[in-house]
């Protein structure tokens, strides 16, 4: 690092001093006799090939591979100046491991200027890394600081809608991004409206512009979604997008927002704090609206299955109702009827034998009851001959002293009744004596027999 400017100065001098010698050799140019452009043309490739190697020190802000070549450009660490470079396929083996943008470096770097062409290239023999640039160390101690604070986490961000009916876009003024977002957007859905917001996207501008786009359409109800597009650009030129306060208002966002800045290999710290990054404007076009031919197919799909899905419940209900219209319980309804009939015939049988049964039993049990009835009644007894003697007050006579002479005694025979006197010879059957008595004549009044 000591030794480069030291050479780098050398250098310089003396080919300022091989320049002078040669411009004293060489005629001056006037109104009257100019030089042709490829005289002018070989003068300064004489030069510049006096210039000689020199080794330079400067950070990468920009590098890409094409053709096995690397093309990149070369910043000034402190002042506003860049080269461009080109490392051929040859010296690249010799690059460290994993050299690129954003690195500190010195290059061996040798002019070469294209007559025919009138171009300069700075051809690149060595190149050796001196550490991470200050301008890449701030952002990844800044990417560090945001991502403590927990804006790049996944958790916060937001789910896009399913169909925004109006889009808001933050892009330059007439810029191939706003072509692309637009163009691809209302091809995939025709009715999708934007409502943009032109900004400066690099610059000094850019931060301040793309800040107030950014907070203009969040406060806008009508906004669904809200994509800040770019169309890609060298280190220096995203710069603006890893700013700290941008990143912070998109952070703060409460509409969904998506990133469509750079390629593929950007990375500015907006699209780490972004709900969705898209690689170009075209990709954020393609995932913030659908396509309405693949929604159009899916509905058909969906129809389609539910067709098929209705179509065969209904054909598997016919069937199990035509299995069951089969069955001989529905097929003809006059067995039924039938069985039913045979079924009452023999329970009409039964009732009748079991009705007989018990008939007959209650006969059989009424002939014997009345039998009994008949052995216990009083007239099988004055059948026999006995009577029932009874006072003219129908108390029964059980004794022959309960009879006085001259007392009226009322007779109930088989056949009839009798009155008759107690003629006063009371006979016992303990002592011999009989009783006897005179027939009391019809009109005399007879006793009631209440207690026959």
């Given amino acids: 690092m000591t030794d480069a ?15 002078g010698a040669a411009q004293s050799d060489s005629p001056a140019s006037s109104a009257d006799a100019p030089w042709p452009v490829s005289q002018l043309s070989a003068k300064l490739k004489d030069y510049i090939d006096r210039l000689g190697q020199v080794w330079v020190d400067g950070e990468i802000a920009q590098w890409g591979v094409s053709g096995g070549n690397i093309y990149g450009k070369l910043k000034d660490v402190q002042l506003d100046a860049t080269i461009s470079f080109v490392i051929w396929s040859s010296v690249r083996a ?17 002019a070469n200027w294209w ?23 701030r952002l990844e101690r800044l990417r560090a600081a945001l991502a403590a604070e927990g804006l790049f986490s996944i958790e916060r961000k937001k789910k896009l809608p399913f169909l925004p009916q109006c889009i808001g876009l933050v892009t330059g003024k007439d810029s191939d991004a706003e072509k692309d977002v637009i163009r691809n957007a209302q091809l995939r859905w025709p009715s999708v409206r934007f409502r943009v917001v032109h900004a400066a996207v690099q610059g ?12 203009t359409l969040d406060a806008d109800p009508e906004v669904d979604v809200i994509v800040v597009a770019r169309g890609g650009g060298d280190f ?7 700013d700290e306060s941008l990143v912070r208002a998109a952070a703060a966002c409460e509409t969904p927002l998506v990133s469509a800045i750079g390629h593929e290999n950007d990375r500015p710290l907006l699209d780490e704090v972004a709900d969705l990054r898209a690689s170009t404007p075209t990709d954020a076009a393609k995932r913030v609206v659908p396509d309405v031919s693949d929604e159009l197919a899916r509905v058909q799909q969906v129809r389609t299955r539910l ?15 035509a299995a069951i219209r089969s069955r001989p319980a529905l097929a003809s309804s006059a067995w039924i009827v039938d069985t039913r009939a045979d079924e009452l015939t023999r329970s009409v049988a039964r009732g009748v034998e079991l009705t007989s049964r018990l008939l007959e039993r209650a006969h059989v049990d009424s002939d014997e009851r009345r039998a009994q009835l008949r052995a216990l009644s009083p007239q099988r007894t004055l059948d026999r001959g006995y009577a029932i003697a009874q006072t003219e007050h129908g108390a029964v006579i059980r004794s022959a002293g309960a009879v006085s002479t001259g007392d009226l005694v009322l007779l109930t025979l088989a056949d009839g009744k009798l009155t008759t006197r107690a003629d006063g010879t009371l006979t016992t059957r303990a002592s011999g004596v009989r009783v006897s008595g005179t027939p009391v004549s019809p009109g005399t009044p007879e006793p009631d027999s209440h207690d026959s």
């Fill in 5 to 19: 400017p030291r050479v780098q100065s050398g250098a310089v001098q003396s080919g300022a001093a091989q320049s």
């Fill in 94 to 110: 010799t690059l460290p491991e994993g050299l690129g943008q954003g690195d500190r470096v010195t290059a061996l770097v040798k």
């Fill in 115 to 137: 007559v025919k062409g009138g171009t300069l290239t700075m051809q690149v023999s060595q190149m050796r890394r001196v550490g991470l640039g200050d301008l890449l160390e």
């Fill in 204 to 215: 000094d501008k850019a931060v301040a512009e793309v800040t107030a786009g950014i907070r």
């Fill in 236 to 242: 220096q030129n995203l710069l603006p997008f890893s």
């Fill in 307 to 321: 067709l098929t899905r209705v179509t065969g419940a209904i054909a598997t209900e016919v069937d199990r109702v």
